[in-house]
């Protein structure tokens, strides 16, 4: 199977624009926070995240701080952001939004 391929800077900055998702780019990494009123808010977050990484078969870094959840994004095996971010970051928006 083919590599994904990297995305320029520029290039994935006016993806995130032109899909209007909600996310910022950090270096290779794209990053999102969301919050919620409290903990069980947050896990609702992260379990419904995971399956969509499940069936994507393109997982998050997660981190959870009691009602705020951090996403971070990028086809690690490719070495930046690809298509596959930007996908799981529209389905991501959809489903937390």
């Not at 969509?52 to 078969?57: F, S």
Request: proline share 2%; hydrophobic share 50%; no cysteine.
């Amino acid at each position: 199977m083919a590599q994904p391929e990297v995305l320029r800077a520029e290039v994935a900055d006016e993806e995130l624009v032109a899909r209007g998702l909600h996310w910022a780019r950090e270096d290779a990494t794209l990053v999102r926070s969301v919050r919620r009123a409290d903990f069980a808010g947050a896990l609702a977050v992260v379990n419904t995240v995971g399956l969509l990484a499940e069936a994507a078969d393109h997982h998050p870094d997660i981190d959870i701080r009691w009602n705020v959840v951090t996403l971070r994004l990028s086809t690690h095996s490719a070495g930046g952001i690809t298509e596959k971010d930007l996908s799981l970051a529209a389905e991501i928006d959809a489903e937390v939004d």
